[in-house]
């Protein structure tokens, strides 16, 4: 269990940093794009909700602070808040795939860009991203949960 928590908010802290938004493009007569227009993704976003390893993670969500939980998503970067300081990261959204596809990318360790491939859910107020950290774009999540002893997280965002 001490390792699924550290994992789940380590993980849940780098899903926050790496956020989600900027546009692949979408296909003729494919979804609309919600990066722009009404109900879009660009805004302050909370974190409400959070699942890791097939379990709701709601001691995390609580033991953040409200900076740590809130994202600022603008055209083409999410801007979130480590140690106190603006981190803003690049992303790519794909509203054509489906389900809807997010690729983040941006903190690097030992020199390597690290980028978690995922996909979203945008309803309203309400975005659900489940992504995982990996090399590989195959590993992108096909569904909108977690599974017991996956790589995958689910966080549940709503538009402040």
Not at 74 to 81: A, E, G, L, N
Not at 113 to 135: H, R
Request: hydrophobic share 35%; proline share 7%.
């Amino acid at each position: 269990m001490r390792r699924t928590f550290g994992t789940g908010l380590a993980v849940a802290l780098l899903a926050l940093a790496l956020g989600c938004g900027k546009k692949v493009g979408t296909a003729p007569g494919g979804p609309p794009d919600p990066s722009s227009g009404s109900g879009s993704i660009q805004g302050t976003w909370l974190l409400v909700a959070l699942e890791a390893d097939g379990e709701v993670q709601d001691k995390v969500v609580k033991s953040m602070s409200a900076e740590e939980k809130t994202l600022n998503i603008t055209p083409d970067q999410v801007i979130f808040f480590k140690g106190g300081q603006k981190e803003p990261l690049a992303y790519k959204l794909d509203p054509s795939k489906n389900p809807n596809e997010i690729d983040m990318s941006g903190t690097k360790r030992d020199g390597k860009p690290e980028t978690m491939y995922g996909i979203y859910k945008f309803e309203g107020d309400k975005l659900t991203i489940c992504a995982v950290k990996s090399d590989e774009p195959a590993d992108r999540p096909k569904e909108l949960k977690t599974h017991a002893a996956g790589r995958a997280l689910v966080m549940v965002f709503e538009k402040k």
